[in-house]
């Protein structure tokens, strides 16, 4: 198994290469348009043919490379059946397992941050998406966001998991590059420490964030699967 991190530098967005060696298939897992030709080449040095590009959500500060890779690469791309993108190759439900060669990844819908935000599970290893992030967990306040969805999702379905899960993200601002289950359940600044729902639904009501830069631009390309064509 090949499992490669990496980041956008202007977004500080996190995408990840999943590959099977033998089967010589690969996945990627939220593009950043603008990187496309790094994973590209990337995949190629590592023997790796693209076989699925995956979202974790529809992001708001970023065009995702899914389209220009699928034009590329012929891969598909696929995200969670809540999306309703009818230009994905693939919707996934909650509880899937799709195959990378012989590596199962399971699906896991963890809506809160985005109605369709997906978690993927393989190995020891869970992205998370902007669902839970290294000591924060991602806005709720746009794209149909819920904070009472979100802490359901991180406490239910996340903090279920074995407490060596790795943690891997889809940004993080501060330098970290991935957690495990039983850090962010201690020391999450938004939702660790046993935080109750009232508590974080009122933290995360009170962010008082600003719009993402890229918004306007990013969502409307991204519910096209990254797509400009015609915009
Ligand atoms: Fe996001």
New binding site residues.
């Given amino acids: 198994m090949i499992f490669r991190q990496l980041q956008d530098p202007e977004s500080r967005t996190y995408t990840y290469i999943l590959g099977d060696v033998e089967a010589k298939e690969a996945v990627l897992i939220d593009s950043v348009s603008e990187q496309t030709e790094r994973d590209f080449k990337l995949l190629q040095e590592l023997g790796l043919r693209l076989k699925l590009i995956l979202e974790t959500?529809v992001?708001?500060?970023h065009i995702t490379g899914a389209w220009k890779l699928r034009q590329q690469t012929g891969a598909n791309i696929a995200l969670s059946k809540l999306s309703c993108i009818d230009m994905a190759d693939q919707l996934l439900d909650d509880g899937e397992t799709i195959y990378i060669g012989a590596i199962p990844v399971k699906t896991i819908a963890t809506p809160g941050?985005?109605k369709s935000c997906m978690s993927f599970l393989f190995d020891n290893k869970v992205l998370t998406?902007?669902t839970l992030l290294i000591r924060a967990a991602?806005r709720c306040d746009f794209q149909e966001g819920s904070a009472e969805q979100l802490y359901d999702s991180i406490t239910n379905k996340l903090f279920s998991l074995p407490d060596s899960t790795l943690v891997y993200p889809?940004?993080d601002y501060r330098g970290f590059t991935c957690s495990t289950i039983g850090e962010e359940k201690r020391f999450n600044q938004r939702i660790g420490g046993g935080k109750s729902k009232e508590k974080f639904i009122e933290t995360m009501n009170n962010l008082n964030l600003a719009y993402p830069k890229k918004m306007d631009v990013a969502v409307p390309a991204n519910l096209r699967c990254g797509s400009t064509d015609t915009l």
Avoid: E, I, P
Wanted: proline content about 0%; aromatic content about 0%.
């Fill in positions: 959500h992001h708001a500060d941050h985005t998406g902007d991602g889809a940004h």
